[in-house]
């Protein structure tokens, strides 16, 4: 199994367990979260958009951003006992719930929602370039000669830059376990470094680059970039060396591709 692959079927390591004294029930906020946001009982069987996957409830949140708060969770006979002034609902439905948040304004509403019921962290994952969101993200995959930056007419950056006006609005209300998803390349790798600093505040507690390898092995040296993409967003340096012959630093550079300073070293030759 490749690195990427490995990081798509990985989730978040560092967990509550899941026997802590008076924790919900994962079954519990699964139907809490599908009967307030689906509206209709669990009982009847629709494609729902919460689900159990490996010990988490995953929540696909709304375009408006919307998730239950106090209200909710005050009528609901099996949340309202766990509610006090220790343990809030933020901290009983966050504990094991990824949102899988899949447009820029979403976040943005979410991060309203969350402020109100006052998690000590919440576990997200952003779907950066999803094609509902961002129309290009097809034409982000062509390999061609240009002058301008990988992304420049598509609007790639000011894509990215909302995304992160999302993180930090969302990170002033509490810590974040992020998956950084990305659906198709982006080999700005200056850009992306400047556009995801968010990503690495300190209360940005765990961050997993997602790179769907079906996607990067349409375009040349996919290994090469996969790598660059990862290391612009998670390193906290920029002293993490990237090993590229002339001949591939000159083909990348003819099709968009921008390096980021201080992460690769130029050799003339691969060595043997």
């Not at 906020?29 to 995953?58: C, D, Q, S, T």
């Not at 997200?124 to 240009?146: C, K, N, P, Y």
């Not at 301008?148 to 969302?170: D, Q």
């Amino acid at each position: 199994m490749s690195i990427p692959e490995q990081q798509q079927r990985q989730l978040f390591p560092n967990l509550p367990p899941l026997n802590d004294p008076g924790r919900v029930l994962l079954s519990e906020v699964r139907r809490f979260f599908h009967e307030n946001l689906l509206g209709y009982p669990m009982k009847i069987p629709e494609a729902a958009r919460v689900f159990v996957w490996a010990e988490f409830v995953i929540v696909f949140v709304p375009d408006d951003g919307y998730i239950p708060t106090d209200r909710e969770a005050l009528m609901d006979q099996a949340i309202r006992p766990h509610i006090s002034d220790t343990n809030t609902l933020g901290q009983l439905l966050t504990a094991r719930t990824c949102f899988i948040i899949s447009n820029s304004s979403s976040l943005v509403n979410f991060a309203g929602h969350i402020r109100r019921i006052r998690p000590r962290s919440v576990y997200i994952q952003l779907s950066v370039f999803d094609h509902d969101e961002f129309g290009a993200a097809e034409r982000m995959v062509t390999w061609e000669q240009t002058v301008f930056p990988h992304g420049y007419h598509e609007g790639a950056r000011s894509h990215l830059a909302n995304w992160a006006c999302g993180v930090r609005l969302l990170a002033s209300h509490c810590r974040l376990n992020v998956r950084f998803a990305f659906q198709v390349p982006y080999r700005d790798y200056a850009a992306l470094r400047e556009e995801t600093e968010a990503l690495r505040m300190t209360s940005v507690d765990c961050l997993i680059p997602v790179l769907y390898w079906e996607q990067w092995v349409r375009v040349p040296y996919p290994d090469l970039n996969c790598s660059m993409a990862g290391k612009a967003i998670t390193s906290k340096t920029n002293h993490f060396v990237h090993i590229i012959t002339q001949a591939q630093s000159n083909e990348m550079v003819r099709h968009g591709t921008r390096l980021c300073f201080g992460f690769w070293t130029l050799i003339e030759y691969e060595p043997q």
